[in-house]
């Protein structure tokens, strides 16, 4: 079974552009959330999405922004983009809603904002 | 609120010596607990978890993990280690308040394993 995956990879912005991030789940997962790693804030939590609803959101400015499709992909996009959002953005899927569910990784969006 | 304390920002170990990487955690209600992996430009990979029961957990590539509830300690242990376990280690946990899906992680620790 193919795992998680994201696309691009890599990402080159400048201040004040928007970006968007594509994430793919492990088939026949339903569940997906994003994750946000810098060196100095380590891995803090985006927001989950189920079912196309967010059911989750983590503590990040309005510029950050995600949906989920029937399909269960999910994009998240970030607007007006600050130097500060250079990071590694991690999707993670898991099967359902189950508190004891395993998240499976991707291998990340590495975006750098100049 | 929950969280998760991984004390030591670097595990130095030479080859074939056992390796413990520790994690302690605050959670409200029973804790889920996780352990992940992650190598230079890649993604977090699944080592184990602990859900209920058996304090030790027995994980992917030899990882072995122990929950123990009075300390609310979860530290990542292996036998033996290998020049190829050298890389980036996380603790997560998540608890009924946590939210649905959401992990919290602690700061990572990195693991030097030398020859």
């Known amino acids: 079974k193919a795992g998680v995956t994201q696309t691009p990879r890599y990402l080159i912005k400048t201040r004040g552009q928007q970006v968007t991030l594509s994430c793919s789940p492990i088939?026949?997962?339903?569940?997906v959330s994003w994750y946000q790693q810098t060196p100095g804030q380590g891995l803090q939590f985006l927001f989950e999405?189920?079912?196309?609803?967010?059911?989750n959101k983590g503590n990040f400015p309005g510029r950050f922004s995600g949906r989920q499709f029937s399909n269960s992909r999910s994009e998240m996009n970030v607007s007006t983009l600050e130097l500060g959002d250079s990071a590694l953005y991690l999707c993670?899927?898991?099967?359902?809603?189950?508190?004891?569910?395993?998240?499976?990784f991707g291998p990340g969006t590495r975006l750098t904002v100049l | 609120a929950q969280s998760v304390a991984q004390p030591e920002d670097q595990v130095n170990v030479a080859e074939g010596n056992p390796l413990t990487v520790k994690c302690t955690y605050s959670v409200s209600g029973n804790p889920y607990l996780f352990w992940y992996v992650q190598y230079p430009n890649r993604g977090l990979q699944f080592l184990l978890k602990y859900i209920t029961g058996d304090n030790l957990v027995k994980g992917s590539y030899g990882f072995e993990a122990e929950f123990n509830k009075s300390q609310t300690s979860f530290h990542l242990k292996k036998p033996s280690a290998l020049v190829s376990d050298s890389a980036l280690y996380f603790c997560?946990?998540?608890?009924?308040?946590?939210?649905?899906?959401?992990?919290?992680f602690g700061t990572g620790t990195r693991l030097l394993v030398s020859p």
């Open positions: 993670a899927s898991t099967p359902g809603q189950g508190i004891t569910d395993t998240q499976y």
């Open positions: 088939s026949g997962h339903r569940s």
């Open positions: 999405y189920f079912s196309e609803t967010q059911r």
């Open positions: 997560a946990v998540r608890g009924l308040n946590t939210g649905f899906q959401k992990l919290v």
